[in-house]
């Protein structure tokens, strides 16, 4: 800035200098409240993507205690862990697959309403989608994990003896 400063000087010293800022601190104050904007979506991304691991979670684990009679029973004819681990992490892959596929037609559909906060970003664009739709998997696993080890950890004998 002084620099700048001594320059203009230099060359006319009847120009005022009061306000003198980089292009850079102008461009920063100009965006600050699309900035913001943006911080706030992907603060509410972040939440939904995490309350999505978390009820994909809970629906399994219902949907395991609700079917443990039948895993046990699985089990007791010979089905092994992996296979009973399988069938569950399946269940919550398909249901994150139905899940991603209506998500992915509501974003772009939301893309092409929000296209003024979406700065250098496509309202389609294709890179966004694959890593959305691979944190929608990333979530949809972890989520999937404690019940399916929980389901393949059945024991056959107390599942028969309670039922």
């Not at 979506?41 to 399994?60: D, K, M, Q, T, Y």
Request: charge should be positive; include cysteine.
């Amino acid at each position: 800035m002084k620099t700048v400063r001594s320059i203009v000087q230099n060359a006319d010293p009847a120009i005022p200098l009061a306000d003198i800022q980089t292009l850079q601190d102008v461009l920063d104050s100009d965006t600050a409240p699309r900035r913001a904007q943006i911080y706030v979506i992907c603060a509410f991304a972040a939440l939904s993507l995490v309350l999505a691991g978390v009820g994909i979670h809970g629906l399994l684990s219902f949907a395991v205690s609700q079917r443990s009679p039948e895993i046990g029973l699985r089990m007791a004819l010979g089905a092994r862990s992996r296979d009973i681990l399988q069938m569950i992490l399946n269940k919550g892959l398909h249901i994150a697959a139905i899940g991603g596929l209506i998500g992915i037609l509501l974003a772009a559909a939301a893309g092409r309403l929000m296209q003024a906060l979406l700065a250098g970003i496509a309202p389609d664009d294709p890179v966004a989608f694959v890593i959305a739709s691979a944190l929608v998997f990333v979530a949809t696993l972890t989520g999937c994990l404690v019940p399916a080890f929980r389901a393949s950890r059945i024991d056959p004998a107390t599942v028969m003896r309670t039922d």
